[in-house]
C-alpha cells in the first residue's frame, strides 16, 4: 500500500518535471472503452496484453490484433476473445491494421528493427502508441520516432516498465531524501545461464512454422533481403540485422532504470568489450555477443560499471546505487536492500542511525507492466501524463547503442549533448 501511494504521488510529482508532454484529448470509443490495435502477439506481445486485462479489464477493448506468423496471430486472437470476450479483426500487414480510424491505441511489440516504420506510420495515422523498448534500432531511428511523436501531437509510452515499478520508485526518493548520500557510481548486471541443449536465444520454433504461415518479408521490412530463415524469424535477437544483443535487449532496461533512479540522461561516452564465449558451438550462427561488459561516464562525476555474461546466473539480474554514505540495491526487480556505510566503525551518528532494511515482493514485475500499461491509457484518456515519454526511451537507448558501436568498432564512443550525435574517441 505504502509503495502503491507513493508510487501515485511520485508520477504526480513527476509530470510537472517531465518534458512538455501532449495535450490529450480523452479518447474513448463505444462504451466509453480505449479501443486498442495489436501488433505484434508473440511472447510479449501476449504477455503485455494478459496484464493490460488484468489491470484495466474493461476499460479497454483490442478491436484488432497484427502478427506475420499465423500461429501467434491467433493466439493473439485467443487471448483477446478470453480475456476481453470479443473476436478482434486480424491482419498480417500492419499497415491496414492501421487505416482504421475507430482505433485510438497501438502496441507495437514486434522485433526490434521495426519499431520505427512501424512507430512512424502509427503517429502518422494519428494513433498514440505503446511501444516496446528498445526504442529503435538506431540512434538516428530513435530520433525520428521523438520527432514524429512531437510533430503529430500523440502520446508515446516505451515500454521501459521498470519506471513503473514501486521499488526503483523508492530507490528514487530515498536517493533524493539523501538515505546514501551523494552519488557518482552505480554497478548495473544481467547474469543469466541456461544447459547446454538449451542455448541462450535459441527460443524454440514452432514445428508448424512454413513459408506459407510466416510472412518473412513483412517480418525483414527494410533489413537485407535474404531467404526463407525460421531461425533469423523466431531468434531474430542473435542477428544485429534485428537486434543490437545485449546492449539494446538487455542494458537499456538498466541504463533507463539509472537514469530515472539518479535523475541523468544521456552519458559522455561509453566502452565496451565482450564477445561470444559461451554459445561458441561452430553450429550456431550467432553473430550478437553472449558476454559483454559496458563502462560508462556521464557528465557531472558519474559512472556506470555493467556487466552481463550468459553462462552463469549467480549474481541475477540488478543495480547496485553506490553512494557515499550507503547503497541501495534493486535485484530482480523484486527485491530492494538498503545498507548503510561503516567506515571502520566511524561513521557518523546520523549516517550509523538510518535504519537498514529489505523489501521482497515477488512478482513485482507484474504490477509494474500493469501499472506502465494503465499509465498510458490514463494518460491517452487525459488523466496525466507517460512516464516514458519517446525522449527519454531515446536517452536510454542512446547508451545501448553507444555499448554496440563500441563493441563492434572496438573503440571508445563519445557523446556530444550539444549536437545530439556520436563519434569515436581519438
Ligand atoms: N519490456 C520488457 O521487459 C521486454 C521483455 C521482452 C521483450 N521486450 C520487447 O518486446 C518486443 C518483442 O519481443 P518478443 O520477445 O515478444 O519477440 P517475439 O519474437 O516473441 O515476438 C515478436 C512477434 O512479432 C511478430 N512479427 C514479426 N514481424 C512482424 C510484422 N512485420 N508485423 C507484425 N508482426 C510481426 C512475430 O511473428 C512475433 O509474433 C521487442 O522489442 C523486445 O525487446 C520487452
New binding site residues.
Given amino acids: 500500500m505504502e509503495n502503491e501511494v507513493s508510487r501515485r504521488n511520485f508520477i504526480r510529482s513527476s509530470a510537472a518535471v517531465l518534458a512538455a508532454a501532449p495535450a490529450a484529448l480523452p479518447m474513448l470509443g463505444a462504451n466509453n472503452k480505449t479501443t486498442v490495435g495489436w501488433?505484434?502477439?508473440?511472447?510479449?506481445?501476449?504477455?503485455?496484453m494478459e496484464m493490460m486485462y488484468k489491470a484495466l479489464g474493461k476499460d479497454v477493448e483490442v478491436t484488432a490484433v497484427?502478427?506475420?506468423?499465423k500461429?501467434?496471430?491467433a493466439?493473439?486472437k485467443d487471448k483477446v476473445q478470453t480475456n476481453g470476450g470479443n473476436a478482434p479483426k486480424t491482419?498480417?500487414?500492419?499497415r491496414d491494421l492501421l487505416k482504421d480510424p475507430s482505433i485510438d491505441v497501438v502496441f507495437?511489440?514486434?522485433?526490434?528493427h521495426?519499431?520505427h516504420d512501424?512507430a512512424i506510420a502509427a503517429l502518422a495515422a494519428g494513433k498514440n502508441i505503446y511501444l516496446?523498448?528498445?526504442i529503435a534500432h538506431t540512434i538516428e531511428e530513435g530520433w525520428d520516432i521523438v520527432k514524429a511523436a512531437k510533430k503529430a501531437n500523440k502520446i508515446v509510452q516505451v515500454?521501459?516498465?521498470?519506471r513503473s515499478n514501486s521499488l526503483y520508485i523508492k530507490a528514487k526518493e530515498m536517493i533524493a531524501q539523501g538515505m546514501i548520500g551523494d552519488i557518482h557510481y552505480v554497478r548495473a548486471f544481467w547474469y543469466r545461464n541456461s544447459l547446454n541443449d538449451n542455448p541462450a536465444w535459441r527460443?524454440a520454433i514452432p514445428d508448424d512454422t512454413n513459408e506459407e504461415n510466416?510472412?518473412f518479408n513483412?517480418?525483414?521490412?527494410t533489413a537485407k533481403k535474404r531467404p526463407f530463415h525460421k531461425g533469423r524469424?523466431?531468434?531474430?535477437?542473435l542477428y544485429w540485422d534485428y537486434?543490437g544483443g545485449i546492449s539494446?535487449?538487455l542494458l537499456v532496461?538498466q541504463t533507463d532504470i539509472t537514469n530515472f533512479v539518479v535523475g541523468k540522461t544521456v552519458p559522455t561516452s561509453c566502452m565496451a568489450s565482450g564477445g561470444i564465449y559461451r554459445w561458441a558451438d561452430a553450429s550456431d550462427d550467432r553473430e550478437v555477443p553472449d558476454t559483454l561488459s559496458a563502462i560508462y561516464d556521464y557528465a557531472d562525476k558519474f559512472h556506470i560499471n555493467y556487466s552481463c555474461y550468459f553462462g552463469n546466473e549467480n549474481f541475477g539480474y540488478g543495480e547496485q546505487f553506490c553512494g557515499n554514505e550507503g547503497t541501495i540495491e534493486v535485484l530482480n526487480r523484486q527485491v530492494l536492500k538498503f545498507s548503510t556505510e561503516k567506515f571502520r566503525g566511524k561513521a557518523p551518528a546520523n549516517i550509523a542511525s538510518r535504519k537498514e532494511f529489505e523489501t521482497n515482493l515477488p512478482g513485482n514485475?507484474n504490477l509494474a507492466?500493469q501499472a506502465h500499461v494503465k499509465n498510458f491509457i490514463d494518460a491517452v484518456r487525459g488523466n496525466g501524463t507517460v512516464i516514458a515519454p519517446p525522449e527519454v526511451g531515446q536517452q536510454a537507448a542512446i547508451g545501448g547503442h553507444m555499448a554496440t558501436l563500441s563493441l563492434r568498432n572496438n573503440k571508445k564512443v563519445l557523446w556530444n549533448a550539444k549536437t545530439d550525435k556520436w563519434s569515436f574517441a581519438g
Fill in positions: 501488433v505484434g502477439t508473440g511472447t510479449r506481445g501476449n504477455y503485455v497484427c502478427d506475420t506468423y500461429g501467434n496471430l493466439k493473439g491482419y498480417v500487414d500492419y507495437i511489440t514486434t522485433p526490434e521495426l519499431h512501424m516496446e523498448k528498445p515500454g521501459t516498465q521498470n527460443y510466416t510472412d513483412r517480418f525483414l521490412g524469424y523466431f531468434q531474430w535477437r537486434s539494446t535487449d532496461h514485475d507492466v
